[in-house]
């Protein structure tokens, strides 16, 4: 077998093997490239606008929370980033209590919705207002708590009660301040 090679293709195979050695030349010299870690992403899968969510037991409205604005993570965690404004309704469907919040959360795996700044809560029926920064409801249990500072003020006398920390129904017509402080009137049992 003989090689046939004319001149016009030696020139080509020459030109051919030059690139080849100066590819090869010009792509040793560069810096190995790195690699860039990339972390998944963890901001919301979801937003959804004009919320309305609607709680009840035995087709009886319990609760009505409302808010501009919801966000859903991948683990099915949700931010309120905007006002939350929850109505809670007695077994006759009239409203009880209302609660109004600058912002809010859900955590999925404990199953608890708390809301955040400046929250106010009125109790209708006893004329009472509730103040803390924060403020836990669990709909498994139906119970609200907070660690935080609490304020209570009686809109028919005007009392006040302060105390860390609360434990209540989910319509606040019972609760319990866990560390209570403050002056309240106590009327006076004869002996």
């Known amino acids: 077998m003989t090689a ?5 293709n030696l020139v080509r195979f020459c030109h051919f093997s030059l690139f080849i050695f100066h590819f090869s030349l010009f792509t040793a ?3 190995p490239k790195q690699t860039k870690k990339v972390e998944p ?3 919301p899968i979801e937003e959804i606008n004009d919320v309305k969510m ?10 009505k929370m409302t808010t501009p604005k919801q966000l859903r993570y991948t683990n099915d965690n949700r931010k309120y980033p905007k006002p939350v404004s929850i109505l809670f ?6 409203e009880v209590t209302t609660l109004k919040s600058d912002s809010g959360k859900y955590d999925k795996a404990k199953d608890i919705y708390t809301v955040m700044g400046h929250v106010v809560v009125i109790n209708k029926q006893k004329q009472e207002k509730l103040l803390t920064p924060e ?16 304020t209570i003020i009686s809109q028919l006398t005007g ?12 319509d606040f017509t019972n609760y319990k301040i866990r560390k209570p402080t403050g002056v309240f009137n106590v009327e006076a049992t004869p002996y």
Not at 54 to 63: H, N, Q
Not at 89 to 94: D, K, Q, R, V
Request: proline share 5%; charged share 25%; hydrophobic share 35%.
């Open 29 to 31: 010299c560069e810096e």
């Open 4 to 8: 046939n090679l004319s001149k016009g």
């Open 89 to 94: 309704y007695g077994p006759a469907g009239e």
């Open 41 to 43: 992403f963890s901001g």
């Open 54 to 63: 609607l709680f009840s037991e035995a087709a009886v409205l319990k609760v």
């Open 159 to 170: 009392e006040k009660l302060y105390g860390m920390g609360l434990d209540a129904n989910q």
């Open 135 to 150: 403020l836990s409801w669990n709909p498994v249990t139906k119970k609200v708590f907070t660690e935080k500072p609490v």
